[in-house]
């Protein structure tokens, strides 16, 4: 096994078992960006295939289209807002603060904190799917606050301002995406298609009954 993968594979490991002093190792490794962007592009799409994976079982049709939708554009739309949730989170840092915060660092340490993600598939297990999603968002952003408190070497209220601020632009440009039209949206985000789905269909009805 070469070296890269046999490392990245201990940190994967180390970060499963809860182990987030592996981001100290992670920022300070210049040779860890190309193995961070793919986690973070691997855990992304896979939480958007869980969310797939739970529209075909709940009987829904269109598999081919939404499977492009939310496995394909959604993982497209989602790594380029974490990018700019990154980008948020570090002006945000740095405007409460005014001390710099290595940009290649956070990268580095923010692409491993995708990793609960990959759970994504598990969105296929009926009943608690919608649960799932929830649960794998809120565990990555958690993720990604220890990585943004592992690179500012601090903690308290400006990094969780920071880390908050740019969750929240991901969350809410993911939530405009996801409509009854497009289900561009991944993992639970499909959830809201079908929520804004039924009630434009709630609308019509309405109107022209």
């Given at each position: 096994m070469p070296p890269?993968?046999?490392?990245?594979?201990?940190?994967?490991?180390?970060?499963?078992?809860?182990?987030?002093?592996?981001f100290d190792e992670i920022r300070l490794d210049a040779s860890a960006i190309f193995p961070a962007l793919v986690v973070a592009g691997v855990s992304l799409f896979l939480f958007g295939l869980g969310g797939w994976l739970w529209w075909i079982t709940s009987g829904l049709g269109d598999r081919g289209t939404v499977f492009f939708k939310t496995a394909v554009l959604g993982t497209a739309f989602s790594g380029a807002l974490w990018v700019a949730w990154l980008v948020v989170a570090t002006a945000v840092y740095q405007r409460l603060t005014g001390l710099p915060l290595r940009v290649e660092q956070f990268v580095r340490a923010a692409g491993f904190a995708c990793l609960p993600?990959?759970?994504?598939?598990?969105?296929?297990?009926?009943?608690?799917?919608?649960?799932?999603?929830?649960?794998?968002?809120?565990?990555?952003?958690?993720?990604t606050h220890e990585a943004l408190a592992s690179v500012a070497g601090r903690r308290g209220g400006p990094v969780v301002a920071a880390n908050l601020a740019g969750f929240g632009v991901w969350v809410v440009v993911m939530s405009l995406l996801s409509t009854g039209a497009h289900q561009i949206g991944p993992g639970p985000f499909l959830a809201e298609s079908i929520w804004d789905a039924i009630a434009s269909a709630n609308v019509i009805f309405q109107v022209t009954g």
């Open positions: 890269m993968l046999r490392t990245t594979a201990a940190r994967l490991r180390r970060l499963a078992t809860l182990d987030t002093t592996v993600l990959a759970l994504g598939p598990l969105m296929v297990v009926p009943s608690v799917s919608f649960g799932v999603g929830i649960f794998l968002l809120a565990t990555w952003m958690v993720a």
